[in-house]
């Protein structure tokens, strides 16, 4: 199984970028499609992109087309969220998760960093 910490989580403006990492340990990354989510408050758990374990084309939802990129370093085991224009309503606690490759399945779950975009 595989291990997930997320970090670089802040409080920001609007219009600022911020940068989340997802260090991962335990089974190596490149076993694993990796997907980012996030929760607002009073809300579910909602999917912001993913990218499949090649690190290929990344897919992303509507809310964060244009603005989030997500990155992988299998030879670091890292991935990354890139957030830039920041609004708002992003503000969430953002997680990472892995699943299989292929399986589409988010089994492995991270403690989550807070994410606090002030207007």
């Known amino acids: 199984q595989v291990q997930l910490v997320e970090s670089g989580g802040g409080l920001v403006q609007a219009g600022d970028s911020l940068r989340l990492s997802c260090a991962t340990s335990?089974?190596?990354?490149?076993?694993?499609?990796m997907g980012w989510f996030r929760q607002a408050p009073g809300k579910g758990r909602v999917f912001v992109g993913t990218?499949?374990?090649?690190?290929?084309?990344?897919i992303y939802a509507d809310s964060a087309k244009g603005r989030f990129t997500i990155s992988r370093d299998n030879a670091k085991n890292m991935v990354y969220l890139q957030m830039n224009s920041l609004k708002p309503e992003d503000t969430a606690v953002y997680y990472c998760?892995?699943?299989?490759?292929?399986?589409?399945?988010?089994?492995?779950w991270g403690q989550g960093t807070q994410v606090t975009v002030s207007s």
């Open positions: 990218i499949t374990w090649r690190g290929g084309s990344a």
């Open positions: 335990g089974r190596t990354v490149s076993d694993y499609d």
């Open positions: 998760a892995a699943s299989e490759r292929g399986a589409g399945v988010y089994k492995y």
